[in-house]
T-cell receptor, first 113, second 111 residues
Framework: EPEVTQTPSHQVTQMGQEVILRCVPI?????FYWYRQILGQKVEFLVS????????KSEIFDDQFSVERPDGSNFTLKIRSTKLEDSAMYFC???????????FGPGTRLTVL | GQNIDQPTEMTATEGAIVQINCTYQ??????LFWYQQHAGEAPTFLSY????GLEEKGRFSSFLSRSKGYSYLLLKELQMKDSASYLC????????????FGKGTTLSVSS
């Protein structure tokens, strides 16, 4: 069964450093998403991406964040200058259509020291 | 705001039936999802409701009343492996296709 994959599974970084989180969505899906979940808190929407551009973004997704789909398979989230409060589990998700179920990847646990 | 409310915790015993409620603001509603999340893992899809009524899928059913801004997830014949968080997520038109999640309900199933 096709699945969303994410790398790395864990990332530890120093405050102020740049990180890139990578995702490979399910191959025939058209909608791509990033969500985050701070430990013990709810899943929060960051950004959605369709037709090679950002569709929606939340207030969390400020100028420190960017997304790219550099080729036909990868979807990346970049945090330019990490802060302590960026420590969270970051989930990538993809969907075939806008209002269909979204399939989540296993997540990348980001720890900012 | 796009408030989505669920009980924080519930407990039940094996073999029982449990109902997890979710309420949300009705303005801009465009669909409701239930996801299951085991600790340290990703959410996995359980059900989708966009029209009023009951959707049944094996041991799990989900109900929606759009006029009341209310949904529930019904879990029958509970098993220990059903111990997890159950997340109610709503699509609102003004947020496009983004899932807006509630805080989740942690269900503990005991023998």
């Amino acid at each position: 069964e096709p699945e969303v994959t994410q790398t790395p599974s864990h990332q530890v970084t120093q405050m102020g450093q740049e990180v890139i989180l990578r995702c490979v969505p399910i191959s025939n899906h058209l909608y791509f998403y990033w969500y985050r979940q701070i430990l013990g808190q709810k899943v929060e929407f960051l950004v959605s991406f369709y037709n090679n551009e950002i569709s929606e973004k939340s207030e969390i997704f400020d100028d420190q964040f960017s997304v790219e789909r550099p080729d036909g398979s990868n979807f990346t989230l970049k945090i330019r200058s990490t802060k302590l409060e960026d420590s969270a589990m970051y989930f990538c998700a993809s969907g075939l259509a806008g209002n269909n179920e979204q399939f989540f990847g296993p997540g990348t646990r980001l720890t900012v020291l | 705001g796009q408030n989505i409310d669920q009980p924080t915790e519930m407990t039940a015993t094996e073999g029982a039936i449990v109902q997890i409620n979710c309420t949300y603001q009705t303005s801009g509603f465009n669909g409701l999802f239930w996801y299951q999340q085991h600790a340290g893992e990703a959410p996995t899809f359980l059900s989708y409701n966009v029209l009023d009524g009951l959707e049944e899928k094996g041991r799990f059913s989900s109900f929606l009343s759009r006029s009341k801004g209310y949904s529930y997830l019904l879990l029958k014949e509970l098993q220990m492996k059903d111990s997890a968080s159950y997340l109610c997520a709503v699509i609102f038109r003004e947020a496009g296709t983004a899932l807006i999640f509630g805080k989740g309900t942690t269900l503990s199933v005991s023998s």
